[in-house]
């Protein structure tokens, strides 16, 4: 949903549950989307990038799915662990133009 | 070095003074890029640089923003007469060019400082 002031959207799960994480980003001409976890007081870090030409792209234990026709990019994390609680954002660019974050969402997940 | 570096990692000032944040990138990157976060919410992209020559200057404001990236220095962002609502954590990320993207892709993110106006 869509996060007002303060709140940022969350996502509540339990550890060893598959979480997906969704972002709709703005601009259709954009050609290279990237995931970034940000973790409490720390920078944000990189998790996963995608281009335009693909659709899906796997890592270690996460997923990127791009849905050009929608604008719309999610990120699967498979048996989320205590660990994987951050804030995520998605970020998306075209060219040489500059990245452009959305806006986050809070996974929380307990034990 | 191997992680983007940022200092001081917090910074208070009082409203009126000035505040100047570093930034060392990673060896070899030669884009860099300055973000502000407030809340934890987006990062509002500032400016970034293409070595010494500024890249992309759309999010900076002009009246009390500055930045610099000297050859062998840190790279600079100085904010004269500060305002409370300059408080925020600015952020600093490197990256490299890429051939095969011709462009630059991934950005490596420093710790960040945390910059409270009082």
């Known amino acids: 949903g869509e996060s007002v002031g303060l709140h940022l959207p969350t996502l509540s799960v339990q550890e060893g549950d598959n979480s997906i994480i969704n972002c709709a980003y703005s601009?259709?001409?954009?050609?290279?989307f990237i995931w970034y976890k940000q973790e409490s007081g720390k920078g944000p870090q990189f998790i996963i990038d995608i281009r335009s030409n693909m659709d899906k792209r796997q890592g270690q234990r996460v997923t990127v799915l791009l849905n050009k026709t929608v604008k719309h990019l999610s990120l699967q994390i498979a048996a989320t662990q205590p660990g994987d609680s951050a804030v995520y954002f998605c970020?998306?660019?075209?060219?040489?133009?500059?990245?452009?974050f959305g806006k986050g969402t809070m996974l929380l997940v307990s034990p | 070095g191997e992680e983007v570096a940022q200092t001081p990692k917090h910074l208070v000032r009082g409203e009126g003074q000035k505040a100047k944040l570093y930034c060392a990138p990673i060896?070899?990157?030669?884009?860099v890029f300055w973000y502000q976060q407030v809340l934890k919410n987006e990062f509002k992209f500032l400016i970034s640089f293409q070595n010494e020559n500024v890249f992309d200057e759309t999010g900076m404001p002009k009246e009390r923003f500055s930045a610099k990236c000297l050859p062998n220095s840190p790279c600079s962002l100085e904010i004269q007469a500060t305002k409370l609502e300059d408080s925020a954590v600015y952020f600093c990320?490197?990256?490299?060019?890429?051939?095969?993207?011709?462009?630059?892709?991934?950005?490596?993110f420093g710790p960040g400082t945390r910059l409270t106006v009082l």
């Open positions: 990320a490197s990256s490299q060019w890429s051939r095969r993207a011709s462009s630059y892709n991934e950005q490596f």
């Open positions: 060896k070899g990157h030669s884009y």
């Open positions: 970020a998306e660019k075209k060219g040489y133009s500059t990245l452009t």
């Open positions: 601009n259709s001409a954009s050609d290279y």
